[in-house]
């Protein structure tokens, strides 16, 4: 069988499962990766595939989130919250496009999303990603366990012989930078693939919106010069005429035309706002995905953060636990910043929906209204975007370490532990800025940005 070790470094292939109530993706699928050199596996439901985990575990899971039994979330969740299963990487397979799934599936512990039906060489790609990255996860435990033997080992020789000292400080330093270059690697892969399918996903929706949007907003004008040349006409009508027979004066009552005449301008007025509401939406949309967001350009960061509020809304609605989430916008007066500004959106992201994320794990309280504050400022020469929450706050333990790669507080397959690192490297190392956080226990937490202007950006 072939396997996916940290002792074979240049081999691309290992062992795949497959999870998908319906036979033919199975048989897709299996055939496909099996040509590529791929030992594959498969499985028709949620049991059946804990099962099969459980006597042999593969190397990766591709996992259909809609299946009879067990959900695709759920058994990604069990197999989370396993010690021996937590650090299999599972891609979701699902023929839903909506931003609620794909965030629910990356929630529960996902590393990856593919969207049915398949296309061959994007699966590919995302198998060979995600395989490579576990080959990298498997290196580097290699490399630090031999770390720990080389290190054990020079201690005990020390004693007989100082003078390797030196080797031994440089061969520490030479690993710890290849760990750290791990590292960057594993975040630069989760940060590119998250973004892709995110930012995909949103200018998909937008475009598929926009084109109706644009037919219905076009055609309420004519509509309306239609409905009101018909009124102007009804209306000479019935000052020329204004005891018509019978039957007209029947349906005249019965619909009551006086009110008809009167309330469909409103009526009209009121779709015209409702299509503009909708256009705005669609706008903020594209704001956050920005198609050209690999380029520097120069954007309103009020643009970013309205957007990235917008994406989050539905998490700021009230629960069982908690009121909704009250948002305070301070807005100074800033000029454009010169940014990648698709990034720095991701930024945003991770810190406001960490602080919902504080809220939710407070104790029930009625009399507690959890508050967001976002303001912006202008600085000598630069632009500053602090976002404040009154959540429990953090003891200093935990606010030293929150920017460290894989550091996290949440349960195994709610977090992994990167998106603050992530948003620190994009601040810091490729706008030339400054994160920092203060937080007090009880008191709630604060995150201040400090984007430079026209220049550092990276």
Do not use: W
Not at 121 to 126: I, K, S
């Amino acid at each position: 069988m072939s396997t996916l070790t940290a002792s074979t470094p240049d081999s691309l292939t290992g062992s795949i499962l497959i999870v998908d109530d319906k036979v033919e993706n199975l048989r897709l699928l299996s055939r496909m990766l099996s040509q590529q050199g791929y030992d594959v596996r498969s499985a028709i439901n949620g049991p059946v595939a804990l099962r099969a985990i459980e006597a042999l575990k593969p190397d990766l899971i591709l996992l259909d989130i809609n299946m009879p039994y067990m959900s695709g979330h759920e058994v990604c969740r069990q197999l989370k919250t396993n010690e021996d299963t937590c650090a299999i990487p599972i891609i979701f397979l699902s023929a839903f496009t909506d931003i609620t799934n794909k965030v629910k599936a990356f929630e529960t512990g996902g590393v990856d999303y593919i969207t049915k039906p398949f296309q061959i060489e994007e699966v590919l790609a995302r198998v060979h990603n995600q395989l490579t990255l576990r080959r990298i996860q498997l290196e580097l435990q290699t490399s630090n366990h031999r770390l720990k033997e080389e290190v054990q080992q020079r201690r005990t020789a020390q004693q007989i012989l100082q003078e390797s000292e030196t080797a031994l400080r440089q061969r520490t330093e030479e690993l710890e930078l290849a760990l750290n270059e791990l590292h960057q690697t594993q975040m630069q892969l989760v940060q590119s693939a998250k973004m892709s399918s995110l930012g995909q996903l949103v200018a998909g929706v937008a475009h598929e919106i926009n084109n109706p949007l644009n037919f219905i907003h076009g055609n309420i004008d004519h509509a309306g010069y239609y409905t009101g040349d018909l009124l102007c006409a009804l209306d000479l009508y019935r000052r020329h005429y204004p005891d018509p027979v019978d039957e007209i004066q029947e349906v005249i009552e019965d619909i009551d035309l006086d009110f008809v005449m009167e309330d469909m301008p409103k009526l009209l007025s009121s779709m015209r706002l409702g299509t503009d509401r909708v256009r705005e939406i669609v706008r903020s949309l594209r704001n956050f995905s920005h198609h050209d967001r690999a380029h520097i350009k120069e954007v309103d960061l009020h643009e970013g953060i309205d957007s990235t509020l917008l994406i989050l809304q539905h998490q700021f609605k009230a629960t069982e636990t908690r009121s909704a989430v009250k948002l305070v916008k301070d807005y100074g007066d800033l000029p454009l910043i010169e940014c990648h500004p698709c990034q720095l959106n991701q930024v945003f992201m991770n810190i406001i929906s960490n602080a919902v994320a504080a809220f939710d794990e407070c104790s029930p309280s009625p009399e507690f209204i959890p508050e967001i504050v976002i303001r912006t400022q202008r600085e000598s020469d630069a632009v500053t975007v602090t976002i404040a929450d009154n959540g429990p706050g953090m003891p200093e333990s935990v606010r030293s370490r929150i920017f460290d790669p894989f550091y996290t507080t949440k349960p195994v397959g709610k977090g992994t532990g990167l998106g603050l690192s992530i948003s620190y490297q994009i601040v810091v190392d490729r706008h030339g800025g400054k994160l920092e956080c203060r937080s007090t226990p009880g008191q709630g937490t604060e995150f201040i940005i400090e984007i430079p202007q026209g220049k550092g950006v990276a």
